[in-house]
């Protein structure tokens, strides 16, 4: 690819030894405890993981799309509610704040994002308004020099860790999806509370929650972008964000190849390794040939975004098929494990509940079929 430095494979190959020799010993604790372990957090600043999306000015490595997404892939090699925890701050968490805030808002908050001393997150999402993000019921009311906020969010990623919020509220009903603006909050502004974590299927050690704003106080300054223009704001940033989350699914199918072509060579049947049955390598092709399909895909998402090009199609076909290719290659490597593929001990049975998610959240991939569909539609 034109577009890959050589600064970038220095990255990719040092996040990969990270991965592997670091983060991976670590990932069945993680799933035990369902808590991450402090010392991979600051390594991650360390290495500057939570600053790859914001620009050197602001203290990050600002790393453009197709940078990212080859260190996405490398973090999506381990346990994947450790790069949650990564990839939502560096992604949708961050996003807004380097495209779209004031001078004055990147300046006040970048910095400690990318050192990893703050935490962000996305809000969106409300329990009336999920793949219907026009119907939000959170409102927002100037009175003064500070917009009052009112609502709540749910199934927050980060929300329990995260110290600054990225808040789509209503300022207009009358205007619908005109009349969204997004806001930046912090988790001590008065009137704002986080609720108890949930308890998921998967991602372990990434956590999830409601937030609730009671006559929460924001600063008029902590508008993100302009008044009215927050649903407009919440596409472009979830755009790069799905780019993200199929590159996360890309390096988790490379994983579980690797483990599903080890497991059948070791594995012994009927005299022989079950790698040399047919049914086993069929699987095995299948899986292969459709992750480098998805990796392919999403690269030229990530292209296309450095290239400053729309890519609302081609963001929504890379979330959709990296992760339904993700669940086909989780489900096939569980089933050439056999039994020992359904025991916790085993990642495979962790990336096969982790794997789930990826087609609901960020938008749900029957959403994402709308959006290409719509497209595809206006284009012909």
């Not at 098929?321 to 050439?336: C, G, H, M, P, T």
Request: charged share 25%; net charge negative.
């Amino acid at each position: 690819m034109s577009h890959i430095t050589d600064e970038m494979l220095q990255m990719k190959t040092m996040v990969r030894n990270f991965v592997e020799n670091e983060v991976e010993p670590y990932a069945q604790q993680i799933e035990d405890e369902d808590k991450i372990p402090e010392h991979l957090i600051e390594k991650a600043k360390e290495l500057g993981l939570f600053g790859m999306s914001i620009p050197e000015e602001y203290g990050g490595i600002g790393l453009n799309m197709v940078g990212k997404t080859l260190v996405l892939e490398q973090l999506g090699r381990t346990h994947n509610g450790y790069v949650s925890l990564i990839s939502a701050h560096t992604g949708i968490g961050s996003t807004g704040l380097v495209k779209l805030a004031s001078e004055h808002l990147k300046k006040k908050y970048l910095p400690d994002m990318a050192a990893g001393n703050k935490i962000a997150a996305f809000a969106l999402s409300e329990p009336e308004a999920g793949s219907d993000a026009t119907n939000l019921s959170t409102r927002a009311e100037k009175k003064g020099d500070k917009w009052i906020l009112n609502g709540g969010k749910h199934f927050i990623t980060n929300g329990p860790v995260a110290d600054v919020f990225t808040v789509f509220a209503v300022t207009d009903k009358s205007k619908g999806a005109k009349g969204i603006t997004a806001f930046l909050v912090e988790k001590e502004f008065p009137g704002f509370s986080v609720g108890k974590p949930d308890k998921k299927m998967g991602l372990r050690g990434s956590y999830t929650s409601q937030i609730l704003f009671e006559d929460c106080e924001v600063p008029e300054e902590n508008v993100i972008g302009e008044v009215g223009m927050g649903y407009v704001s919440a596409l472009k940033i979830l755009g790069e964000g799905r780019v993200g989350l199929a590159a996360r699914a890309v390096g988790s199918c490379d994983k579980l190849i690797e483990l599903a072509a080890s497991y059948a060579k070791e594995r012994v049947q009927f005299g022989k390794p079950i790698a040399k049955n047919q049914a086993i390598q069929w699987m095995l092709a299948d899986m292969a040939t459709e992750t480098e399909a998805a990796r392919t895909l999403t690269m030229k998402a990530a292209e296309m975004i450095d290239d400053g090009k729309k890519v609302i199609k081609e963001a929504s076909m890379a979330k959709l098929f990296a992760s339904e290719v993700f669940n086909r290659v989780a489900d096939k490597a569980l089933q050439i494990h056999g039994g020992i593929g359904y025991i916790a001990e085993y990642p495979v049975e962790r990336f096969y509940r982790d794997a789930r998610i990826t087609k609901i959240y960020e938008g749900t991939n029957e959403i994402q079929r709308l959006i290409i569909a719509r497209n595809v539609l206006e284009e012909n």
